[in-house]
């Protein structure tokens, strides 16, 4: 699942009344209610509004978007929630980093990204970085693999034949 549908949907339950007071405005689960409609750009967007403090870009976006003014608490929120979805999605990637080093006791190595997470969301390759640390690896060196999918695809052709 991408990870623009994992913020809309923690959104829109956290928009959705329940036994309590809804956390934020409620007409952003009717807003939002649409699958797929919330995008990691627009994550990525409210995210650097919270570094920013800067919420008038990201109201406007969300108006011009969505016909529906948020408060700036709103925008805080959605920002929060944001973070964390960008947050866990690069501890995985570092996960996987973490395992190949111990699978392969590699000391010193470079891991190619593809992907436009890792080159233009804000914060990511911090965050892979941070938790890498967390393990003692701090040996890895990350960078942006234009067409990662591709070349993968044939250096596993590449093993594969020999």
């Known amino acids: 699942m991408y990870l623009g ?14 036994d309590f007071k809804s956390v934020i405005q409620p007409r952003l689960a009717k ?3 649409k699958p797929w409609c919330f995008d990691t750009e627009m ?7 919270l570094y920013s403090c800067n919420f008038d870009c990201v109201q406007t976006l969300f ?4 016909q529906v003014d948020i408060s700036v608490t709103d925008a805080v929120i959605i920002g929060e929630i944001s973070k964390a979805i960008s947050t866990r999605a690069a501890r995985l990637v570092a996960c996987e980093i973490i395992g190949i080093k111990n699978h392969r006791s590699f000391d010193k190595f470079s891991v190619g990204i593809d ?3 890792f080159e ?12 890498l640390a967390l393990f003692d690896i701090t ?3 990350l960078g942006l693999a234009k067409d990662g999918s591709g070349i993968g695809a044939a250096l596993a052709a590449a ?4």
């Open 120 to 131: 233009s969301y804000p914060q990511f390759g911090d965050r892979i970085y941070e938790t």
């Open 63 to 66: 108006l011009e978007r969505y």
């Open 115 to 117: 992907g436009s997470m």
């Open 43 to 49: 994550m990525g967007a409210f995210e650097a509004s």
């Open 139 to 141: 040996s890895v060196k």
């Open 31 to 33: 807003v939002l209610g």
């Open 159 to 162: 093993l594969v034949l020999k």
């Open 5 to 18: 549908e994992l913020a809309r949907r923690v959104i829109v339950d956290l928009a959705e009344p329940a």
